[in-house]
């Protein structure tokens, strides 16, 4: 079946239009979150960060619910389906539109800590951390919606997106146990110790299978149903 | 107006944007010879003379409030024009990617030409002083990541998400109403909007460098660009306020001068580490009331075509990206020079702006380099 | 002769329903009415025809493609609107169309408006602010502006008020006009099929159990009463659908009427007293109890 990339691109844009008023939300707040950054305090490091960290969670699952759950739970499915579009086509575009809803904060949130970390006097050791930590941000999103575009429940969808990001807690506790870890982070200097290279490569690489095997399935199934 | 303001191409708000930035120039050629920024500005000279801050800091109330405004209008009239798509893809062609260009080139530029002139200037500035010593410090600090001059494409591009975002979810109406009403409501209620966010931070306020953005840019500049984009939506607005000219004349007149005695009497410093009150609500009342006499000005003496101001409108971009780096250049190679202040800024000026020509001339002017930065 | 689909030995299965069998086509131009009642399998065997849902078994072409390995060149030229189908209720019905312009490059703007006239639609309001009828009406502009080859449509008039029943029934009539597009509905309702499809299929319980012009049905069938008793074995007769005995009338339904059963059922002691014409809503409820074929 041979990608129809013009109407992929479609479908993306619609899904954004739908999602827009949501994703305006998120980016004031995000950029507010920023400006708390910019006030160079550390109550307004924690403020800012924390919001960011709430803005982009809760971008990464308002757009996969509505981009997925909401479509089928209100009965417009159907609709897109009955447009020109095959499943790879189908397929292609809910993970596009929700990997950029996804990786634009992902990408500047990143991006602010690792310059923060660099740049001002907090340890370097935190750089390998924060990576740490946002791998596994990056697996939860590749859970939530490889579980989305799976199952036709919205009750699975919604605890695998719930599941998922709460699972982070225990997480960092595990994180805090491993002693090659925990007392990098009080370092000034970045190293790259076994256990955490191998965390972080084995997060990444579980994403991309999550979200590879996902897209694989469902774009190789010759019909929606 | 009406049909001219929202369909056809306005020369007087090019013209002005291109007298804004070339202000500019001179503004940050001046503040070497200036008083108050003696202590904190890198070229600030041995010489300077308290005429330069009666002038520099008028001029500074109303240049980016000015273009910020007239940013807003534009982008207003391309979303009507071209839609929001068109308005996006004009903004990362012509603001995203040669900020993204510029700004490694710009942050190179002038840390290499400061550490030079900290190394080998004679009478160094307050500011080289530190930076020759920091340099010599065995783990010397590396420079501070700050945008320099480009701060304003930064903001740009963000007013442009936020102008987005405030249209989606319906916030824009306040504002519409707002402009229908009488010009005087936009006139003394702007400024009172205004007037916190300037008390947050030393007067005269500062340049927003950071890469992060800081609350009391946005609220600043975001109030003239959102202004410009509802003028753009009510163009008799600006013939509303017209009435009012002889009145804002006078009144930026007195209030000036308050605000050169208030500035005389709490100069920025750990003092003054932000503006009080009184100095935030003149820097407001000043910054919208100049600006708006500005565009007044710009609407009865500039829309006639130009060929000459039509070739600075073009240049304009160009000369403000490059500027600092070379001005600075300059500026270092200029200190030990014994010569009269006024001649050294002419120096400075004069060479800064013809080279910043010059090299528009032959690698913009008729190059594919026009459509990113012409 | 062409067809505008064409199902041979096609068979469907879901954990609890099961489509099985089903060779039936319809040729380019013609309407064809799909009676069934609900969970018949008339949204299943429409979904097949759009490409939606792949067969288990059997062949599936429409509009010259086969199904559904080339289902985006079908759907191009399908307009396909189902009673379960919804727009999105926080955009306008101008988002929608817009989005189906630039999809379909058959799309008439000028059509698109008429239809709004017609149906008495906003363009500019949210959908979430409309009623029943309107969504219906809207998805069924949606469907009609892009100028479909084989529009098929699933219960389209379902859940309406009378008033905007006659309006879609009205609409779809003008679009039967057009003699280049053939139209697949389905319906429980028969009047809407009687009205206005040429072909009529019964389907019941995943299986096809008449597919005739519509004529054809209404000469076939007829409904004898007779005087007398009620013979032995007579609803064993192939042309009988069903017989039943009140009092010494008896009431026979005949899915093959012709001149020489009235002898006939002389012969077995019952005289014909009337003969009458079957509308298509007892001819639909008669062959399904029957179980045989129509």
């Known amino acids: 079946m041979k990608l129809n990339l013009p109407l992929v691109r479609l479908l993306v844009v619609k899904d954004w239009q739908l999602f827009q008023k949501q994703l305006a939300t998120y980016v004031l707040a995000g950029i507010v979150a920023l400006c708390f950054l910019g006030l160079a305090e550390s109550w307004a490091f924690y403020v800012g960060s924390l919001m960011l960290l709430i803005v982009m969670v809760a971008a990464a699952c308002f757009s996969i619910s509505t981009s997925l759950v909401v479509e089928r739970k209100e009965q417009t499915l159907s609709f897109v389906m009955s447009l020109p579009v095959s499943p790879l086509d189908f397929t292609i575009s809910k993970l596009a539109g929700n990997l950029i809803t996804f990786a634009v904060p992902f990408v500047i949130l990143l991006g602010g800590t690792l310059a923060t970390v660099l740049l001002t006097p907090l340890p370097d050791g935190l750089f390998v951390y924060a990576l740490l930590i946002f791998a596994y941000i990056l697996f939860a999103f590749a859970i939530s919606l490889s579980v989305a575009m799976s199952v036709e429940s919205e009750g699975w969808a919604t605890f695998a997106m719930i599941g998922s990001m709460v699972l982070i807690n225990p997480y960092i506790m595990a994180l805090a146990q491993i002693p090659d870890i925990d007392q990098r982070t009080r370092v000034d200097a970045v190293v790259w110790t076994l256990p955490a290279v191998g965390i972080l490569i084995s997060l990444v690489v579980l994403s991309i299978a999550v979200l590879g095997a996902t897209t694989w399935f469902h774009a190789r199934k010759p019909a929606f149903n | 107006m009406s049909s001219e303001l929202s369909h056809e191409r306005v020369h007087y708000l090019d013209h002005l944007r291109a007298l804004a930035m070339l202000a500019g120039v001179l503004f940050h050629a001046a503040l070497a010879y200036s008083p108050l920024m003696s202590g904190y500005f890198p070229t600030a000279d041995r010489q300077n003379s308290p005429w330069v801050d009666a002038v520099v800091w008028g001029s500074h109330l109303v240049r980016m409030p000015l273009f910020f405004l007239i940013a807003g209008f534009s982008a207003a009239w391309m979303l009507e024009r071209r839609g929001a798509g068109g308005l996006f893809r004009q903004r990362m062609r012509r603001i995203a990617l040669p900020l993204v260009v510029a700004w490694p080139l710009v942050h190179w530029a002038l840390s290499a030409s400061t550490v030079w002139a900290a190394r080998s200037v004679e009478n160094p500035s307050a500011v080289l002083a530190l930076v020759r010593y920091l340099t010599e410090l065995p783990d010397p600090p590396s420079a501070p990541i700050t945008l320099a001059h480009l701060w304003f494409l930064y903001y740009l591009l963000l007013f442009t998400v936020l102008h987005w975002a405030f249209r989606t979810l319906g916030l824009a109406r306040y504002g519409e109403r707002a402009i229908r009403g009488a010009a005087a409501w936009v006139l003394l209620g702007l400024p009172l909007l205004v007037a916190p966010a300037l008390a947050t931070v030393s007067a005269p306020h500062p340049a927003p460098e950071s890469p992060l953005p800081q609350f009391w840019a946005i609220a600043f500049y975001g109030a003239f660009f959102a202004l410009g984009a509802f003028v753009h939506g009510a163009p008799d607005w600006l013939t509303r306020a017209r009435a009012l000219a002889p009145w804002l004349i006078v009144g930026c007149c007195a209030l000036y001068a308050a605000f050169l005695w208030r500035l005389d009497a709490e100069p920025p410093g750990e003092a003054h580490p932000s503006a009080s009150w009184t100095v935030a609500l003149l820097e407001a009342f000043l910054s919208v009331w100049l600006t708006v006499l500005c565009l007044l000005a710009g609407q009865r003496l500039l829309q006639r075509p130009s060929a000459t101001l039509q070739y600075l409108a073009r240049s304009s971009y160009w000369v403000y990206l490059l500027h600092l780096p070379i001005l600075f250049a300059l500026q270092y190679a200029l200190m030990d020079f014994e010569l009269a202040w006024p001649l050294k800024f002419a120096l400075a000026g004069a060479g800064t702006l013809a080279l910043c020509l010059l090299s528009y001339h032959l690698l913009v002017a008729r190059t594919p380099l026009r459509r990113f930065v012409g | ?294």
């Open chain 3, 1 to 294: 002769m062409s067809f505008a689909f064409s199902l041979n030995g096609v068979a469907k299965r879901y954990p609890h329903f099961e489509l099985q069998d089903i060779t039936l086509a319809l040729p380019e131009g013609q309407v064809m009415g799909l009676v069934g009642v609900n969970g018949a399998g008339k949204t299943t065997l429409l979904r097949l025809i759009t490409g939606i849902a792949a067969a288990d078994a059997g062949e599936v072409r429409v509009l010259g493609h086969r199904l559904p390995a080339e289902q985006v060149a079908a759907k191009r030229e399908i307009g396909f609107a189902s009673e379960d189908m919804r727009l999105y209720r926080t955009q306008t019905l101008r988002w929608h169309m817009d989005l189906m312009q630039q999809i379909y490059p058959a799309w008439s703007e000028d059509y698109a408006r008429e239809l709004a006239k017609r149906f008495d639609l906003r363009t500019d309001q949210a959908l979430g602010g409309c009623s029943h009828g309107q969504r219906v009406k809207a998805l069924l502009l949606l469907c009609l502006a892009r100028r479909p080859r084989l529009l098929l449509l699933d219960e389209p008039t379902t859940g309406l008020d009378p008033v905007a029943r006659i309006e879609v029934l009205e609409a779809l009539a003008d679009v039967l006009r057009d003699a280049g597009r053939s139209v697949l509905f389905s319906s429980h309702n028969t009047h809407d099929v009687e009205q206005l499809a040429d072909t009529i299929t019964f389907l019941h319980k995943g299986r096809l159990v008449a597919s005739a012009d519509r004529n054809e049905f209404i000469d076939r069938w007829r409904r004898i009463v007779c005087q007398g008793a009620l013979p032995s074995g007579l609803s064993a007769w192939p042309e009988i659908a069903s017989a039943r005995a009140n009092g010494s009338l008896v009431e026979i339904k005949a899915r093959a009427w012709n001149e020489s059963l009235p002898a006939r059922l002389a012969a077995e002691g019952l005289q014909v007293q009337r003969t009458d014409a079957m509308g298509l809503e007892d001819i639909f409820i008669t062959a399904v109890r029957s179980g045989g074929a129509a």
